[in-house]
């Protein structure tokens, strides 16, 4: 049982460059989020999805795109990456809803040159 | 703005003794959760008490809730070097379909051997 998989673990970007970030989960769980973490900000939710097909936006949305054809993974793109995107992401997995607690990913250092 | 605010930011203790970190927290809340960090790795749900609760226990763990005082506090019993981490308090917002968790800033905590 892994838990909640994320790849890479770092990666560098030049500027105007995209890229997914993958997260996968073997727990069947319905609930998936998305947050970076970023020094004096905290966690902050960019999206998440309460089942396969179905996805929303959190507080810090722009820039960044999900789908959610599986339960399984929940993948975020940068569509073009920016300097303000440089952050650790984490993906969380939760069977009923984040109220009732996550499991997290290791997470996604991203550093945008 | 965030919903939970930790206290103090960093605690340094000796291996052996009692640690204690607080939470303060705005609206009203369904429940508190409490999470670990260790050094670059995701968070791990430690405990989640419900606003009908004042204290729960888990191994060497005890958190108290007190919604009068919109606070709660976290108790690590006999600190082991491996309870190095940065812990973070977290609340569901009581609002409908708000699908995440408000995180705080946490409280970095060093066990000095």
């Known amino acids: 049982n892994a838990g909640v998989t994320q790849t890479p673990k770092f990666q560098v970007l030049k500027t105007g460059q995209s890229m997914t970030l993958q997260c996968a989960q073997d727990m069947n769980h319905e609930y998936m989020s998305w947050y970076r973490q970023d020094p004096g900000m905290g966690l902050r939710l960019i999206h998440y999805s309460v089942g396969a097909g179905i996805t929303d936006q959190g507080e810090v949305p722009n820039g960044y795109n999900v789908s959610r054809s599986t339960t399984e993974d929940f993948p975020l793109r940068l569509l073009s990456a920016a300097p303000s995107q440089t952050s650790v992401y984490f993906c969380?997995?939760?069977?009923?809803?984040?109220?009732?607690?996550?499991?997290f990913g290791s997470g996604t250092r991203l550093t945008v040159v | 703005s965030q919903q939970g605010e930790e206290d103090p930011q960093a605690l340094s203790i000796q291996e052996g003794e009692n640690a204690t970190m607080n939470c303060s927290y705005k609206t009203s809340i369904n429940n508190l959760q409490w999470y670990r960090q260790n050094s670059g790795r995701g968070l791990v749900h430690l405990i989640l008490?419900?606003?009908?609760?004042r204290e729960k226990h888990s191994g060497r763990l005890r958190v108290t809730l007190d919604t009068s005082k919109k606070s709660s506090s976290l108790l690590i019993t006999a600190s082991r070097a491996a309870d190095t981490a940065s812990y973070f308090c977290a609340t569901p917002p009581r609002i409908q379909g708000a699908q995440k968790l408000v995180f705080g800033q946490g409280t970095r905590l060093t066990i000095n051997p």
């Open positions: 969380a997995s939760s069977r009923q809803g984040p109220e009732y607690g996550y499991t």
């Open positions: 008490i419900r606003s009908n609760e």
